[in-house]
T-cell receptor
């Protein structure tokens, strides 16, 4: 299993500002995934964070808007840049903690409200 | 894109079995069926997964049809705490880098 901590758990931000979300895992993991969940919606994968290389972004998401860092095997950050009210969402970090099962573990998420 | 189809919502009486269907008609031979659930304001929680055999654990049972084009998640004795959104996902299981693509899921309401 894996224990994932995210910071901040929630925040209220002003339009045009940027916010960085931190994700800390209690064990070393190869890949970390960042998801977004807009109000009342399902989860949408933003990108896969690879240690030692650039993140891989899904269609509709770009590095300028959602820069990701992955400095080591237990930590990653996601920045939401130049925020607008449409960015109000829960952002979730997740990892695969067992190669034999492929089970994905999730953090509790960071709830952002953009005014 | 999500490769599964689920009913948008279902109701179940407390104490009864909850049977949640999922269609995955385009599943490939090396893709597994995963089920997760998300209780309000929490991160998704793994429930169970399977390839082609039926699976059971302490939380649920997973029944996969012989042609693997559909499956059913069974919560044998639903409680009020099982009220959640249930997601059926297909993916290649092995390895650390296989992403999960979530569909819309099924809202299960367990009622007393």
């Amino acid at each position: 299993s894996a224990v994932i901590s995210q910071k901040p758990s929630r925040d209220i931000c002003q339009r045009g500002t940027s916010l960085t979300i931190q994700c800390q895992v209690d064990s070393q993991v190869t890949m970390m995934f960042w998801y977004r969940q807009q109000p009342g919606q399902s989860l949408t994968l933003i990108a896969t964070a690879n240690q030692g290389s650039e993140a891989t972004y899904e269609s509709g998401f770009v590095i300028d808007k959602f820069p990701i860092s992955r400095p080591n095997l237990t930590f990653s950050t996601l920045t939401v840049s130049n925020m607008s009210p449409e960015d109000s969402s829960i952002y979730l970090c997740s990892v695969v903690a067992g190669a034999n099962t492929g089970e994905l573990f999730f953090g509790e998420g960071s709830r952002l409200t953009v005014l | 894109d999500a490769k599964t189809t689920q009913p948008p919502s279902m109701d179940c009486a407390e104490g009864r079995a909850a049977n949640l269907p999922c269609n995955h008609s385009t599943i490939s031979g090396n893709e597994y069926v995963y089920w997760y659930r998300q209780i309000h304001s929490q991160g998704p929680q793994y429930i169970i997964h399977g390839l082609k055999n039926n699976e059971t654990n302490e939380m649920a049972s997973l029944i996969i049809t012989e042609d693997r084009k559909s499956s059913t998640l069974i919560l044998p004795h639903a409680t009020l705490r099982d009220t959640a959104v249930y997601y059926c996902i297909v993916r290649v299981a092995m390895g650390y880098g296989n992403k999960l693509v979530f569909g819309a899921g099924t809202i299960l309401r367990v009622k007393s």
